[in-house]
């Protein structure tokens, strides 16, 4: 049963995800970056849905369970969504914003079905399994991703302040998350580590978001050489 | 399968957290500190990251910025994390140590112009205070 902390940490996360939206109405890019808008108001949606589905049902219930692992999965398909919008903002000039995003989405569906033919292969827990699976193998090709995506920013010497922060947090999220389903899969009795994790990164992502939109406009810059934990 | 995506994972969280935090302090490191913090903590244009403790010593007691308080915790972990690898694979690497020990100078550089802008901020509070 959550207590006083746990239910904090829900109401502040969804606060915050609520705020990404708010913060980007009133600095103006909601449009810009209405992906990652979409993903934070669906992630405001679903924590409303969790918190019923918990009410009605409780923690321990597989309701709670199926919900909380299916708007997981969901929701990491936002975050993909998400991930396209910056694709496709970073390569605008070069014109390739199209061929990115059918490959993505190619990507996605190649993932899906690379989970459901691994957990097949095993039919005992088959359900919850496939959702732990997917949800692991969407985060890691989540964070390869990113990682491409930092990569050609760092190539295209992309100097955006915005674009470099909102990417970064990004990859910090879906490293914790990519890191911390792995751990769960390997070592399901690791609970205290693996259900603590995702919070923390939950309200990352919202407050590095937050302070993108309210801290620097779009043309704010900086080198990224400068970035790189490898010197270049 | 689990243990090689726990293991790129975990490097790709320390690569992303090292740019993040770079972000941070990039974004500050432009900028010239006033006079008056130059001479209350002793930095003039570059610092020491023997310093940062004692810069966030004086940015406690500095009545806070919801701004900029993030970017503080954040460089906090970073500053803490650099500290545990220059001490550790530092000790194995002269080339790693040097480099954590420039990233821990801009650190305590990072929490100096923090500190310049809460005293400006605060300044400013007081001013507008005493005219109404």
Redesign the interface.
Known sequence: MPGPFEYTIWLVGALLEASVVVCSLLRGPFRRYFTLNLYMSTSVLVSAGRYLVFTRHGLASSEYTYFYYYSDAILTICLYFALMGLYAIVFEELGAAMRLRVFMMLLLIGTTLFSYAVVHQSESRMVTHYIVEIS?NLY?VG?IL??VL?GALLKLRESR?RV??IV??L??Y???N??N???H??YPSLRFVWAFLPPAAGMFLP??WI?AF???DDE?R??PA????V?R | M??L??I???A?????????S???I??S?RRALSADVQDVIGIKRSASGDDFERVMQFLHLCPDRR?DR??IKAIGAYFRLLGAVGATIGKLLPSLRV?TESERSQCAYFAAVALDRRIAHNRDMFAEQMSA
């Open positions: 692991q890691f964070l990113t990682y930092w302040v470099i922060q970064l947090s990859g910090v879906f490293s914790i990519a890191a389903y792995a751990l899969n390997a407050i590095a302070y309210m801290k620097f704010a900086l080198a400068r970035l790189a934990a010197p | 689990a243990a995506i726990f790129f994972s975990f790709a969280l320390m690569q992303f957290f090292v740019s993040y770079r972000s941070l990039a974004a490191a701004e993030n970017g480099w």
